[in-house]
């Protein structure tokens, strides 16, 4: 069992920036992948950024350029760097993982709100 905890977000204005971060905790656990979703008000969850074990990053297009993923050296905390926030960001972001084994995770969520 793998939990992840989510922070860092809350109210930003357009062009502004916020940092996320979520950890993962857990019982002799090893982690495929992680990264960060989102879902806006009437939209399905999607993928913003996410790491694979070994290191590759994939980015949705929509971020490229504005929002930078990274890890600490375990390996079990991400963090979301978001800069030049639009009102387009505005959603719930949750942490994913995938262990080892296959298993699927998810955070509880954070907002994150773009306005001015």
């Known amino acids: 069992q793998v939990h992840l905890v989510e922070s860092g977000g809350g109210l930003a204005q357009p062009g502004g920036s916020l940092r996320l971060s979520c950890a993962a905790s857990g019982r002799d656990f090893r982690l495929a992948a992680m990264g960060w979703y989102r879902q806006a008000p009437g939209k399905q969850r999607e993928l913003v950024a996410n790491i694979i074990s070994g290191g590759k990053i994939v980015y949705a297009d929509s971020v490229k350029g504005r929002f930078t993923i990274s890890r600490d050296n375990a390996e079990t905390t991400v963090f979301l760097q978001m800069n030049n926030l639009k009102i387009e960001d505005t959603a719930v972001y949750y942490c994913?993982?995938?262990?080892?084994?296959?298993?699927?995770?998810w955070g509880q969520g954070t907002q994150v709100t773009v306005s001015s």
């Open positions: 994913g993982a995938i262990s080892g084994d296959g298993v699927g995770y």
